[in-house]
């Protein structure tokens, strides 16, 4: 049955690109850890008693917050089937899936965190507003989200350097739900401020992600648009355009390993008591 909302990214996220996300996950864990490791920092800022983590995918974040805070139940939230599948629980760590804008929240988490899962809603309003009900009065909001795709490089050098050989390929709408949907501080800003949270505020954070160079292939097959075409193609073709993406990366590899800056927002907000 086709969902009531978000049908385009519930069909991606629990098609081919939930299914890269999970085959991929410990590299997804390991080129994003500097962002795991600031929502960590923002959870142990002071008692917490109940933590949600939205998109939260394999569940990484929920973990790391989960084993940071103690006993205090976590629960991470997501549309993706193949990704929920394989979130391993643990005593205080607990996963769903389902759609964030939708799902009725009950108000039981002071804080609410997420790494880059919370850029895709069709009605972004609609869904920090359903977000407010998983809050309690006065509950924080913790997420952070990727700024414009010309400041983060390294997302877009396999579009680019295929381009040429693939002009057909899906590019996202800046102000649409995809990776770059709330890179706009005003927009992001006025959804936040519609949907009723209050005290909003923006950081830019800059943080270097990096991974073992002889994991890059595998991750440029697995993960988005370009990952995505790859895995339709056949093996000679996959091997002629995938020459061509790892020779675009060359500037970020030195020492056997690839490294990239990445530039995000997080973006801090309360729950009005
Ligand atoms: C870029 S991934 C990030 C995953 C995870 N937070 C991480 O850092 O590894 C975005 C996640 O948001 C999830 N997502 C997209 N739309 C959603 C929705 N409406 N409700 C819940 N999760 C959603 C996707 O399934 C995906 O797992």
Same mark, same amino acid.
């Given at each position: 049955m086709t969902p009531e909302v978000n049908s385009e990214q519930a069909?991606?996220?629990?098609?081919?690109?939930?299914?890269?996300?999970?085959?991929?996950?410990?590299?997804?864990?390991?080129?994003?850890?500097p962002y795991e490791d600031l929502l960590v920092a923002a959870a142990s800022e002071r008692p *917490?008693? /109940? #933590?949600?983590?939205?998109?939260?995918?394999?569940?990484?974040?929920?973990?790391?917050?989960? &084993? $940071?805070?103690?006993d205090v139940p976590c629960l991470g939230v997501d549309i993706s089937g193949p990704q929920i599948a394989v979130a391993q629980e643990t005593a205080n760590a607990?996963?769903?899936?389902?759609?964030?804008?939708?799902h009725?929240?009950?108000?039981?988490?002071?804080?609410?965190?997420? *790494?880059? /899962? #919370?850029?895709f809603f069709d009605d972004p309003v609609a869904?920090?507003?359903?977000?407010?009900? &998983? $809050?309690?009065?006065?509950?924080?909001?913790?997420?952070?989200?990727?700024?414009?795709?010309?400041?983060?490089?390294?997302?877009?050098t396999a579009e680019r350097a295929v381009a040429p050989l693939m002009p057909d390929l899906p590019t996202f709408a800046p102000d649409g739900p995809g990776p770059y949907g709330l890179a706009d501080p005003d927009r992001a800003r006025k959804v936040l401020d519609e949907s009723g949270w209050t005290g909003v505020?923006?950081?830019?954070?800059?943080?270097?992600?990096?991974?073992?160079?002889d994991v890059l292939p595998q991750y440029l097959t697995m993960l988005g648009p370009v990952g995505r075409a790859l895995q339709t193609m056949d093996e000679q073709e996959r091997d002629e355009v995938l020459k061509t993406v790892l020779r675009a990366f060359d500037p970020f590899?030195?020492?056997?390993q690839v490294s990239?800056?990445?530039?995000?927002?997080?973006i801090k907000a309360l729950n009005p008591l």
């Open positions: 069909a991606l996220w629990n098609g081919p690109g939930g299914h890269g996300w999970a085959a991929a996950r410990d590299m997804v864990d390991v080129v994003l850890q *917490r008693t /109940g #933590v949600l983590d939205v998109g939260c995918g394999t569940g990484g974040v929920t973990r790391a917050i989960a &084993a $940071a805070l103690g607990r996963f769903v899936e389902a759609d964030a804008q939708i009725p929240f009950k108000a039981e988490f002071d804080l609410i965190v997420s *790494r880059f /899962g #919370v850029m869904a920090f507003r359903n977000l407010r009900k &998983a $809050a309690k009065p006065g509950g924080e909001l913790r997420v952070v989200v990727w700024r414009d795709k010309d400041e983060n490089p390294f997302m877009t505020d923006f950081r830019e954070v800059d943080l270097t992600c990096s991974m073992p160079e590899v030195k020492d056997g990239f800056p990445s530039a995000a927002w997080e």
